[in-house]
């Protein structure tokens, strides 16, 4: 293995080092030194000082799931009585907020129901469409996966039914780790890596583009995170259908694994490794949801250059106890405190 | 260590630095005003590492803030009650007692013990309450009143400074906390604290402390109306007393909060000037070995990052911090020492339970 100094070497003069380097360097290396490599990658990737970020919502649709990931704690199971599907006057008003605040996209996201089929994803993206002119960043690929198998469709017609009604990019939830060792134990239920990807290659093989997520922090070892981390550098040099990465820690808080949550400095570690070993997807988010201002702020330095969503809503990390509240206000001001201009940005990263 | 400053003016400062020179008041503008926070925090973690190579101290401590009755009523401070006023509190040296007995069992070294000025307390109440405090905790040092109560407590005891020093020595007195600095500035001290000892009072009493054979801390309030210039003026006016009297243990900054206070309109502070103020003492203060980055202040996250931009001590692991979450702080109210310790080991550093001296605790029975 080469020693550390190489790999810095490799790293400074833009040469794409593979997953053993990346965990030998994360390992090895202190949190400055990967913060100034990060900070240097994220300069020549985006030598403007413009911190984007995105005005929507999260609307969950359902928070009935049959899926029973052990790190959820948003989740109810059809028998519990208190799960809902969103009502059309409810999704109407959600809609019509983050229109009036401002917002040009929803995220629509919401748990595996096992009574629903694609009948009705057709109709809530065709409501949506026809009353309102909003981007829909929808379904993660395990909504397709289970909509796809649900209906018995392949995950190719499920895309394409759902982009002919109006889904405009894809979500890139329910990565978790992308290794099957892990999401056995995890998320059972869920589709497996293999699956996840391809949802990923179909989306954007039908010029749907999509982000990538990773929730570290609960069982995985540290080369988990890289194996996560080729798996999706590799589909992108296949497909260059990402638009951005987002790692973030699991909240352990009523969820059914107990471990101990994250430190700030370990996030910040595995944000500044994104950026020195993604060298082929072009944003990286700072995740304020599970990290906090400050955090959030501090990430600028350590290879983010997005602050992600205002979230008008977010129900999902709440309820695994994090209630970080950031009003836009708020959040261009910490762009700004920390040298940089707030840009909105659309899905796409196009500056508005 | 090679460093590749994004901000290349970053570099005068860095060889200034490796040659041991001193920094200037404009080094110091300049060290708030780049943007390279990540260069900033490499020549701070260079200066830290030197000093303290991989050690991170924390301390098991226990607070006592005696009474939130104070005279001064400063516009930053969401603590301070008047006499009469809804949630006004005083404790007897008997209640005192009582908070110490209830946490006997628990490896406390030391006691930070500050309060308002309150004009019901008599120069005996507080030789009590340090004796006491001294009987029932007669192993921990007691870490006890700040510059602007040891000028009340003079004129309490009409007695001069240093015989006062020397009343409270005697009945226990061990080491005194850095608070009270706030912005050493008469611009500041006019707007903000009016009916508190000014600056020069408070550098006369320091200088008396320490010629008393006695170590302090020292502070900044940062955060609210001061300049940058004022800010590298007060770090540079610490410097000189420290070249003086060498009685200066720990620098540390103090993010200002403003929520219950008559300062609402501003806003928190964000983590780039948490850093920077961190970074910046480190740099500056050359003559000072210890910096804190206080959790409670700036919260527990930042201040696990904090020790990679200049800082070795977290404080305490303070379970009943009154002062500071009265005015809106979000920090926990107390962190345990394994919190504490793993806080420090997944931050890369190596954690050193220590006295109010830094000397290391020694586990008892190995």
Redesign the interface.
């Known amino acids: 293995m080469d020693s550390l100094h190489n790999i810095i070497e490799r790293v ?1 003069t833009q040469k794409r080092i593979d997953k053993n380097e990346g965990l030998a360097l994360f390992r090895q290396a ?3 030194t990967l ?2 490599l990060a ?2 990658k994220r ?1 020549h990737y985006h030598p403007e ?1 413009i911190v984007t970020y995105v005005v929507d919502r999260n609307i969950n649709y359902t928070n009935i799931c049959a899926s029973g990931c052990r790190f959820c704690a948003f989740f109810v199971t059809h028998d519990m009585g208190n799960g809902y599907i969103i009502s059309k006057k409810d999704l109407f008003d959600k809609i019509q907020e983050t229109l009036d605040l401002g917002g040009t996209q929803i995220l629509l996201q919401g748990g595996m129901h096992p009574n629903l089929e694609i009948d009705y994803y057709i109709d809530l993206l065709k409501d949506i469409k026809e009353n309102f002119d909003i981007h829909i960043h929808g379904f993660s690929p395990p909504e397709i996966d289970f909509i796809a198998k649900k209906s018995s469709l392949t995950i190719a017609q499920t895309l394409l039914v759902l982009k002919k009604t109006g889904l405009s990019s894809i979500p890139g939830g329910g990565a978790e780790i992308l290794c099957d060792d892990i999401r056995q134990k995890v998320s059972p239920n869920k589709c497996s890596s293999e699956e996840w990807l391809e949802v990923m290659r179909q989306a954007h093989m039908q010029d749907m583009r999509s982000s990538a997520t990773m929730m570290f922090g609960h069982i995985e070892k540290d080369f988990h995170i890289f194996e996560h981390m080729d798996k999706l550098r590799n589909l992108q040099d296949e497909t260059h259908g990402f638009t951005a990465f987002i790692p973030w820690t699991f909240q352990p808080d009523n969820t059914k694994i107990t471990v ?1 949550k994250k ?4 996030y ?1 570690k595995v944000l500044a490794m994104s950026r020195i070993f993604f060298d082929n997807i072009d944003n990286i988010q700072a995740s304020w949801v599970t ?5 959030a ?2 990430a600028l ?2 290879g983010a250059n997005d602050m992600g969503s205002t979230m008008i809503e977010e129900n999902v990390v709440a309820s695994a106890g994090v209630d970080f509240m950031l009003p836009k206000e708020e959040l261009i ?2 762009i700004t ?3 940089f201009e707030p840009r909105q940005r659309d899905c796409y990263y196009n500056l508005l | 260590m090679d ?2 400053f ?1 901000d290349k003016r970053l570099e005068g400062i860095y060889s200034k630095v490796l040659n041991g020179s001193r920094l200037s008041k404009e080094d110091g503008i300049y060290i708030y005003e780049t ?1 390279d ?3 900033l ?2 020549i701070a ?1 260079h200066v830290r590492r030197s000093m303290h190579g991989n050690k991170a101290f924390y301390i098991y401590n226990q607070h006592l803030n005696y009474t939130n009755v104070c005279k001064n009523r400063c516009r930053f401070c969401a603590y301070a009650r008047d006499r009469k006023e809804k949630g006004a509190y005083t404790w007897s040296i008997e209640e005192i007692e009582k908070r110490l007995l209830e946490r006997i069992d628990e490896p406390v070294n030391e006691l930070h013990i500050v309060g308002g000025l309150n004009e019901a307390l008599t120069f005996d109440y507080f030789i009590d309450l340090l004796k006491t405090v001294k009987k029932v905790r007669p192993n921990a040092t007691i870490k006890a009143f700040t510059c602007v109560e040891i000028d009340y407590l003079s004129k309490l005891a009409k007695l001069s400074i240093k015989q006062t020093i020397q009343k409270l020595k005697q009945a226990g007195l061990e080491m005194m906390p850095g608070g009270g600095a706030e912005i050493l500035n008469s611009r500041i001290h006019g707007e903000l604290f009016p009916k508190k000892i000014n600056h020069e009072r408070w550098l006369e009493i320091m200088r008396a402390v320490h010629e008393a054979g006695i170590k302090t801390n020292a502070t900044m309030l940062y955060g609210h109306i001061e300049t940058i210039e004022e800010r590298v003026d007060h770090l540079i006016t610490l410097r000189q007393l420290q070249d003086e009297t060498n009685g200066f243990s720990a620098f540390i900054p103090l993010a200002f909060h403003s929520e219950n206070t008559k300062l609402t309109h501003i ?1 928190s502070t ?6 920077k103020n961190v970074a910046a003492a480190r740099l500056m203060l050359d003559n000072f070995d210890h910096i804190k980055a206080y959790w409670v202040m ?2 527990e ?2 201040a ?2 904090a020790l ?1 931009f200049g800082a070795d001590d977290l404080d305490g692991t303070i379970i009943e911090e009154r002062i500071t979450h009265m005015a809106g702080a979000k920090s926990a109210l107390g962190l345990t020492k394994e919190q504490m310790e ?2 420090i080991t ?3 550093f190596e954690p050193v339970e220590r006295d109010s001296f830094y000397n290391p605790i020694k586990e008892l029975n190995g």
């Open positions: 400074s202190d949190l400055l913060a100034s900070n240097q300069f000082k101990k430190t700030s400095v370990e910040l990290q906090g201002d400050k955090i702020q501090t330095f350590f001001r910490l405190m920390a040298g | 460093i590749s994004i943007h926070l990540i260069g925090g490499q973690n806003q964000t983590a780039v000037d948490d850093l700036i919260g996250k930042l696990q990052v990679s793993d806080m997944k931050a890369g």
